[in-house]
């Protein structure tokens, strides 16, 4: 049984990759190997953040990750997003947060949603496709040392791939339909090749822009042999980290689904490094271009 990830990668023309700050730790995080996920140290993906959507109950509830890539911008899974492209005022982002149901750790801050921008290919041909968003907050950021932006990768050479291992963060449950863990938990997976997730998943359910990793057994969420994400992941970054110590988003948690065992296999949606025919550009302070599954930010082009 492979514990199997999809991750949707992530290009940028210009300032966005080349931020000089970008992809760094001021607090280290663990990167020992162990089995398994566990308890990250605190604030030390400082990239990640909690997406919360008022359900219309007074509160502001998880429903999925994210991650900075920007002082303005928030990058995250397109099912996270579906059918509210519309309602931004219906997302909240926190950013500097470590324990998901502690409001008030010392230097949280919480953003509105100004625009919501899906991949257009979203769903096809499959139903997790293209499966990547970008969300504009209301507010700029203020990096600090809990707060800071990832690399987004501008070229083929900035994805770590086979023969590397990525680290996947986020409040997921820790078992299956179980609760989410109040504190950030980070696991560490391998890349696979396609050939591995084909034979798992069938060719049904995999495309080309889909990418695999993971690691044989079951998941981590049930903390056994096996190293994946877990429920309520989804949208969060993979995170590979590269010779100049900083650290480039590869991918980001996408789906899963029960296989025969009752194992919980989550996936982070890939997508294949393509250049091809530019399908939408969005005109703001940014022009936002999504070329096949990728999203392309340019600064002032």
């Known amino acids: 049984m492979f514990s199997l990830i999809f991750i949707a990668g992530v290009f940028v023309s210009t300032s966005l990759a080349a931020l000089p700050d970008c992809g760094k730790t001021p607090i280290p995080p663990d990167e020992s190997r162990i089995v398994g996920g566990k308890i990250a140290k605190a604030y030390s993906w400082p990239w990640q953040v909690e997406m919360c959507m008022d359900y219309g109950w007074g509160s502001c509830d998880l429903r999925c990750g994210g991650t900075i890539i920007d002082e303005q911008w928030i990058m995250s899974a397109a099912h996270c997003v ?3 492209e519309d309602q ?4 909240g982002i926190k950013v500097g947060t470590y324990n ?28 997790f496709s293209h499966d990547i968003s970008l969300l504009k907050l209301s507010g700029k950021i203020t990096f600090t040392n809990h707060i ?8 083929v050479s900035d994805i770590v791939h086979k023969g590397k291992s990525a680290y996947v963060t986020g409040w997921g449950a820790t078992s299956e339909d179980g609760p989410v ?9 391998p890349f696979l090749d396609m050939s591995e997730c084909t034979k798992e998943y069938g060719s049904s359910e995999i495309d080309d822009t889909m990418e695999c990793a993971g690691k044989q057994g079951v998941d981590s969420c ?11 992941d989804s949208g969060g970054p993979l995170v590979t980290k590269h010779t100049d110590g900083r650290w480039f988003q590869a991918g980001i948690v996408s789906w899963g689904q ?3 065992t009752q194992v919980y296999i989550p996936v982070h949606q890939p997508t294949v490094i393509s250049s091809k025919k530019l399908l939408v550009m969005i005109s703001v302070n940014k022009q936002i271009c999504l070329l096949k599954s990728l999203f392309i930010v340019f600064y002032n082009f």
């Open 88 to 91: 931004p005022g219906s997302f």
């Open 100 to 127: 998901y149901n502690d409001n008030n750790e010392t230097g949280e801050v919480v953003f509105n949603v100004s625009q919501v921008f899906k991949n257009p290919q979203y769903g096809s041909p499959h139903q």
């Open 148 to 155: 800071q932006p990832v690399c987004v990768p501008k070229n």
């Open 258 to 260: 029960k296989k025969a």
């Open 222 to 232: 049930q903390g056994d042999s096996g190293v994946d994400s877990c429920q309520g």
């Open 82 to 84: 579906d059918g509210y």
């Open 181 to 189: 863990s109040d504190k950030l938990r980070q696991v560490q997976v």
